[in-house]
């Protein structure tokens, strides 16, 4: 059985992580999955809009715990090889030119928070449990920690590092680490919907969007900056794109993208 399944309709991919009885728990199989499908995604130019979710009673229960035992065990180039795997994919994930979207449900723990930080827009079904249990187990949400910072602020990261407690879907949207909440059996819908919602709007604007918020997270506000950003929008003004959607707009029509 594939870890990792993969469809495409209309432009919309669906990549499900697929070990419903390891709860979907991360190995360095199911990581390399992850990668190709994330790399095959992305060389298909009719590809709009990318969602993540996981099959079975749970989204990602973080690191399989029998794999980190038999790497534990390993050299220190062993380990730094496996976790490099893992900084690799989530920063394909963070820099990836189509926006994506998770679909969380059951438990997501550490690694699988991760992949929810790093995607775009993360909904959630309200029952959904989340935790970073690495310091019960000995060790840190190092690979991790860039994408959930970002989202979350460092000081709810210190608390929740910290104690490795369990927090609901109410204090996860509160600090800003999920987008929505929904119930369960509404989940897939309302991805596919907000999918659709996004096929709407122009592929190389989004994809500018994404590059544009990772730059100014990085940058100090300063003259600099000020510049840059007019930089970027004065290109993105004379893009054929740009042009279209002015055109649809003022024309009362759909853009022809």
Not at 64 to 70: E, K
Request: a neutral charge; proline letters at 3%.
């Amino acid at each position: 059985m594939p870890f990792v399944k993969m469809i495409a309709n209309d432009g919309i991919y669906t990549i499900t992580l697929n070990r419903p009885e390891k709860r979907n728990a991360l190995n360095q199989e199911m990581v390399k999955a992850l990668l190709h499908a994330l790399q095959k995604v992305a060389q298909d130019d009719y590809s709009r809009v990318l969602i993540i979710q996981g099959h079975g009673e749970a989204f990602c229960a973080g690191a399989d715990i029998a794999w980190m035992q038999t790497v534990i065990a390993r050299s220190y180039d062993e380990n730094y090889d496996d976790a490099q795997l893992l900084a690799d994919f989530l920063y394909q994930l963070y820099t990836f030119p189509r926006p994506t979207i998770v679909l969380a449900h059951g438990i997501v723990l550490g690694g699988g928070l991760g992949l929810l930080a790093a995607a775009d827009i993360a909904i959630a079904a309200e029952s959904t449990s989340f935790g970073f249990s690495e310091v019960r187990l000995g060790l840190t949400p190092s690979c991790i920690s860039p994408y959930v910072l970002a989202a979350i602020g460092e000081r709810a990261a210190r608390y929740y590092f910290l104690t490795g407690e369990r927090f609901n879907t109410s204090e996860a949207y509160r600090m800003g680490l999920i987008h929505r909440v929904v119930e369960a059996h509404a989940l897939a819908d309302m991805g596919l919907g907000l999918a659709k919602e996004l096929l709407v709007n122009s592929p190389q604007a989004m994809h500018a969007v994404k590059q544009l918020v990772q730059f100014v997270m990085r940058e100090k506000i300063n003259e600099a900056l000020i510049q840059k950003t007019a930089e970027h929008l004065a290109a993105i003004r004379s893009s054929p794109e740009a042009q279209e959607g002015l055109r649809a707009f003022l024309e009362k029509r759909k853009a022809r993208w």
